[in-house]
């Protein structure tokens, strides 16, 4: 490596990525079910308690957001769902999976009503589990005292970490958590082990370093303005190397996870940005906050 090469690998590596706290307003919510009017009311009702806390302490937020409920018989197609969201725009839609299709008891897919709210609208989306369902996780819908906010670019994702932030309730626990595909890594180790030029035991240690001390020193960039603007609030940092879908799950259930916040976008295609929808679809227990 020449003395520039090796100038400009030691500036990259001192250059740190900075975090902005930017708390959402979360002033309107939308409440959409497919249930009469006393079970659509219930449902608005465990969600009002679920996120109460969380929406109380947020700076510059409102304690008492309005709420507004969309019932099954205000609608029939998705275009007119996809319009009453567009007309009110609410900060936040809440629903929950397989909305309008008898597939709730099945465990394959968000539905066709949800997928499309998921897509075609900036709004977030709380996905909470069927209530019809019985297997959701006893903690479900009570607090918001475990937040996690999970991808596997956790690195530059402000806006994913100051929505996890802002719904996790007052002295309750911030997971900031990073998943570094190792599948991808050993590929890129097995293709280094054939390049004679490098010594691959060095290789394979440093790369891995480097992989996960990326967001750990990004986690602690995002430590230092949240506390001062959330005092009380646990921020801790979650960054592992393994099979995202297993990792994922196994993740959540360890730490007994009341809220799981992840980005759906991807502005190169239609269709959920990344791992999103495997984990939308198999993490059915407890509420998403597909962003």
Request: glycine share 4%; with cysteine; charged share 20%.
């Amino acid at each position: 490596m020449s003395t520039l090469d090796h100038f400009e690998s030691a500036f990259r590596s001192a250059s740190k990525d900075t975090f902005t706290w930017a708390p959402p307003h979360i002033r309107k919510i939308l409440v959409i079910t497919d249930l009469d009017a006393e079970a659509s009311a219930q449902f608005q009702a465990s969600l009002e308690q679920f996120l109460a806390s969380a929406l109380a302490s947020v700076p510059g937020g409102a304690a008492t957001p309005q709420w507004r409920l969309v019932k099954g018989d205000d609608y029939a197609l998705i275009s007119e769902l996809h319009r009453l969201v567009e007309d009110w725009a609410p900060d936040l839609v809440c629903t929950y999976r397989n909305l309008h299709s008898s597939a709730w008891a099945l465990e394959f897919s968000l539905g066709e009503f949800v997928d499309v709210l998921t897509q075609a609208t900036p709004v977030p989306i709380l996905i909470a589990p069927h209530p019809k369902r019985a297997d959701a996780a006893p903690h479900a819908l009570r607090d918001t005292d475990v937040v996690m906010a999970m991808t596997d670019h956790l690195t530059g994702s402000q806006r994913l970490i100051n929505f996890a932030a802002a719904m996790t309730q007052a002295k309750g626990k911030l997971w900031l958590t990073h998943v570094e595909d190792e599948l991808a890594y050993a590929r890129i180790m097995q293709t280094i082990s054939k390049i004679p030029q490098i010594e691959t035991d060095l290789a394979r240690k440093l790369i891995r370093e480097k992989l996960l001390q990326q967001p750990t020193d990004y986690v602690e960039a995002c430590r230092a303005v949240i506390i001062p603007q959330r005092p009380g609030l646990d921020v801790r940092p979650l960054i592992v190397m393994g099979h995202h879908l297993s990792t994922y799950r196994q993740l959540v259930r360890d730490h007994r996870v009341d809220l799981l916040v992840m980005d759906t976008k991807d502005e190169d295609q239609l269709a959920m940005h990344g791992m999103a929808y495997p984990i939308a679809v198999e993490i059915r227990d407890i509420p998403l906050l597909l962003l």
